[in-house]
Nanobody
Framework: QVQLVESGGGLVQAGGSLRLSCAAS????????MGWFRQAPGKEREIVAA?????????PYANSVKGRFTISRDNAKNTVYLQMNSLKPEDTAVYYC????????????????????WGQGTQVTVSS
């Protein structure tokens, strides 16, 4: 089991940057695939980006954030990051990190119901 705590959210102007962090408890962080999701008011939760257990290979992104956001992980620090640049008002949402040990990476990296563990979320607000 793993516990996740997000931080780094806040209010930023359009075009600005934020870096979200997700700190995980436990000794087996490197055995978890990690995902960042977001949910805007009145909308369904959607994938932002995901990263495999080792951080190697392709790191997939939602089309809406490609080229602007970067996901990374530091297994020594039990932390996954989401660097968000060139933020837009439509990026406003609560951002959640999620983890799973048994995810079928190739087909399910983007499916929220495939992740067993979730953080409490951090609010990101982008003003125009």
């Amino acid at each position: 089991q793993v516990q996740l705590v997000e931080s780094g959210g806040g209010l930023v102007q359009a075009g600005g940057s934020l870096r979200l962090s997700c700190a995980a408890s436990g000794r087996t962080f490197s055995s978890y695939a990690m995902g960042w999701f977001r949910q805007a008011p009145g909308k369904e939760r959607e994938i932002v980006a995901a990263i495999s257990w080792s951080g190697g290979g392709v790191t997939p992104y939602a089309n809406s954030v490609k080229g602007r956001f970067t996901i990374s992980r530091d297994n020594a620090k039990n932390t996954v990051y989401l660097q968000m640049n060139s933020l837009k008002p439509e990026d406003t949402a609560v951002y959640y990190c999620a983890a799973d040990q048994r995810l079928t990476w190739a087909t399910n990296w983007h499916k929220s119901n495939e992740y067993a563990y979730w953080g409490q979320g951090t609010q990101v607000t982008v003003s125009s």
